[in-house]
């Protein structure tokens, strides 16, 4: 059985920081291509960052880029996401993803980001 569990939402000024992680199970973590997604309220869900699956590859977004860091350990079946600099903007729920070849997909069920003053 296929679950994520999310950690490390919650509320943080403007400027401030927060890590997420992401822990799974149930699927050959090693061979999934991981990512980060996040939906604001009323819009549609987008893509935030991704990293390959042995991590030699990462790719942000243009709304994150040199602010988040996306970082895997394949030993511990993890994905986190270093956040830093956060704007309101970057208000959402974020949802851990795992892709293998775009043939086998699953989500996380999310955690809250909050960045208000």
């Known amino acids: 059985q296929v679950q994520f569990v999310e950690s490390g939402g919650g509320l943080v000024q403007p400027g401030g920081s927060l890590r997420l992680s992401c822990a799974a199970s149930?699927?050959?973590?090693?061979?999934?291509?991981m990512a980060w997604y996040r939906q604001a309220p009323g819009n549609e869900r987008e893509w935030v960052a991704q990293i390959s699956n042995n991590g030699g590859v990462r790719e942000y977004s243009e709304f994150v880029k040199g602010r988040f860091t996306i970082a895997r350990d394949n030993s511990k079946n993890t994905v986190s996401l270093q956040m830093d600099s956060l704007k309101p903007e970057d208000t959402a729920v974020y949802y851990c993803?795992?892709?293998?070849?775009?043939?086998?997909?699953?989500w996380g069920q999310g955690t809250q980001v909050t960045v208000s003053s």
């Open positions: 149930g699927f050959d973590f090693s061979r999934f291509m």
């Open positions: 993803h795992a892709d293998f070849l775009g043939i086998r997909t699953y």
